[in-house]
């Protein structure tokens, strides 16, 4: 069965650095979650509006099946979505490959401050709260592990690749990491 790293969280966490760094050393192919919304969405985030799920329905579906063609090519993949609920996690695990999460977690201070310092991005810092309002951790029977943001990239790029090779109960486990 192949395996989809998805690297979750909300937005400025570093999902796209991280995930990238992830695909380059496991020669998987990457994915943004951005590129799969239709653009009402776009528009509607880009004007400072969340979207509710009716919004995200569509575009999580297009983020499974673009999984699902992975997996059905034999290959491994790594994916940014911020997957902040459950359900939106649930609709994503549909996939016929093994969804693992990553999730990237950081304060509002830290995340703010990436958030203010970043641009040329659709997603406007005031919709932040909105997504830690949202968020849902992981919860122990998800297959996932959670990372503090707070390392350098490549220093959470280590500690996920470590995380994810320690050996696992039969069940799916979830592990937290703070740093190193």
Known sequence: ???CLMVMGVSGAGK????????????WPVAEADDFHPEANIAKMASG???DDADRAPWLSAIRDWIDEQADAGRGAVVTCSALKRRYRDTLRGSSARVRFVHLDGSRDVIAGRLAARAGHFMPPSLLESQFDALEPLEADEDGITVDV???????????????????DPAPA???HRGS
């Open 1 to 3: 069965m192949s395996t």
């Open 49 to 51: 509006v969340p979207l």
């Open 150 to 168: 707070s390392d350098s990239p490549q220093r959470i790029v280590e500690a996920v690749l470590a995380l994810l090779r320690a050996p696992e």
């Open 16 to 27: 796209s650095t991280v995930a990238r760094l992830l695909a380059a050393r496991l020669g």
């Open 174 to 176: 979830q592990v937290h």
